[in-house]
């Protein structure tokens, strides 16, 4: 009897262990504030918390400019919304087109030692050289000056990216980086059209 016992005893631990293995197993990668933010993005799609210096003063969709050539990140551009963090913010985003063909083999790696690669700008160059991007605008083709730059690119998920080491060909002088302002209530209110 006990042996009995034992036996329907295992086979329903065996079958239970089963079922769990067999169930579609899910985690929730997103954080909550941040799964928060994106619904509030999508319902309500006039709405911004925040601007950058470039937008202040500005509705969604208005014409604006970012300092520097087109190779430093400037150019002419409209407000557009983008979820930065937890905070939607309206922000100048490029509208002009560019194109730069930097010919990156892509190579990737979860583990150290990460590759290191060499866009075609900086090849047979090392850090700190000068260098000449080649660069599409508008599909005219332009030249600027720049230097070589290390970077570490990473792609892919935030807790496990993949990452490389990059020799890239880089604009000498950088964009101005954004200053966010925080909007008031009244304004929340009037850019949903309440």
């Known amino acids: ?75 002419k551009g409209q407000c ?29 790696s979860i583990d150290p030692p990460f590759p290191s690669v060499t866009d075609r700008f900086c090849a047979k160059k090392k850090a700190q050289d000068t260098c000449s991007v080649t660069l599409s605008h508008n599909g005219k083709q332009e030249t600027y000056d720049g230097v070589c730059e290390e970077l570490r690119d990473e792609q892919g998920y935030r807790f496990r ?3 490389r080491l990059l020799l890239s060909c880089q604009p000498v002088k950088k964009a101005p980086e954004r200053v966010y302002t925080p909007v008031s209530t009244v304004r929340k209110l009037f850019s949903q059209g309440l």
């Open 1 to 75: 009897m006990t042996t009995a016992l034992n036996i329907r005893l295992g086979a329903s631990i065996l079958g239970a262990t089963l079922a769990l293995l067999s169930c579609n197993v899910s985690a929730d990668l997103v954080i909550p504030e941040v799964a928060e933010a994106q619904k509030r993005f999508q319902d309500n799609p006039g709405i911004f918390d925040q601007t950058d210096q470039y937008c202040t003063e500005k509705t969604l969709d208005a014409v604006c400019t970012l300092p520097g050539t087109v190779f430093e990140g400037g150019g």
């Open 80 to 108: 557009k919304r983008e979820l930065t963090d937890t905070k939607i913010s309206l922000q100048c985003q490029r509208t002009e087109s560019v194109e730069i063909d930097r010919k990156i083999p892509d190579t990737f």
């Open 161 to 163: 990216p993949q990452v």
